[in-house]
């Protein structure tokens, strides 16, 4: 049963830049929640898609951007990076409206903008 | 929103003593409570959850209790370990059949827990 995956682990960008990192859900999960992780903090809520739409939007700017594909996958989006945009992204899968609220963690791409 | 505060934010205990970790959340309306152990560069894991309509849960030597009418959710881990180690974190969250369709975590700040041998 594979578990929750994101790509890449690392990645290193300068200010201004653009970003995209990658997650494929759990085995039989089709909802994927985007979280940034500052150092020493607790996640914060970006994003959810569900159906290839997002469904619910945490309190970040537009620079933030996702999609979600076909086969449930999902992307994570930011332009124009800032040096406050380092953090752990994590992604998280769960079941749509008829499934329970739990949520599975990828492992996490760390993003460093220098 | 929801605000959800975790106390306290370092923790310390000798090898088989009992650790207690205590969230307070601010909507009334969540319903779903889980904690996550979170080891140093890994991701967050599920260690346990429970639902506003039960008082307790159990798993072995971890235990979650709420109080909904005070909005405190609590982590107890008995006979502790060197392997229980980690920075955990509480989250609360308003059920999809509540928001009718997302359901977003929102997290405590998390408590770094070390036990000593």
């Known amino acids: 049963d594979a578990g929750v995956t994101q790509s890449p682990t690392h990645l290193i960008k300068t200010r201004g830049q653009q970003v995209t990192l990658r997650c494929s859900p759990k085995?039989?999960?089709?909802?994927v929640s985007w979280y940034q992780q500052a150092l020493g903090q607790g996640p914060q809520f970006i994003f959810q898609?569900?159906?290839?739409?997002?469904?619910q939007r945490g309190n970040f700017p537009d620079r933030f951007s996702g999609h979600q594909f076909p086969n449930y996958s999902s992307e994570l989006n930011v332009n124009a990076l800032l040096l406050g945009d380092s953090a752990l992204y994590l992604c998280?899968?769960?079941?749509?409206?008829?499934?329970?609220?739990?949520?599975?963690f990828g492992p996490g791409t760390r993003l460093t903008v220098l | 929103g929801e605000n959800v505060e975790q106390h306290p934010s370092t923790l310390s205990v000798q090898e088989g003593d009992s650790a207690v970790i205590k969230c307070t959340y601010s909507?009334?309306?969540?319903?779903?409570f889980p904690w996550y152990k979170q080891e140093l560069g890994k991701r967050p894991q599920l260690i346990i959850d429970?639902?506003?309509?039960?008082g307790e849960k159990k798993d072995q030597r971890i235990a979650v209790t709420l109080n909904k009418t005070a909005k405190h959710f609590s982590l107890h881990i008995t006979e502790t370990q060197p392997e229980d180690s980690a920075v955990y974190f509480c989250?609360?969250?308003?059920?999809?059949?509540?928001?009718?369709?997302?359901?977003?975590?929102?997290f405590g700040t998390g408590t770094q827990l070390k036990v000593e041998l």
């Open positions: 898609y569900y159906e290839e739409e997002e469904r």
């Open positions: 998280a899968s769960s079941l749509g409206l008829a499934g329970p609220d739990t949520q599975y």
């Open positions: 085995s039989g999960h089709d909802t």
């Open positions: 429970i639902r506003s309509n039960v």
């Open positions: 989250a609360a969250l308003r059920g999809k059949e509540l928001t009718g369709g997302g359901n977003k975590l929102t």
């Open positions: 909507d009334s309306a969540s319903n779903y």
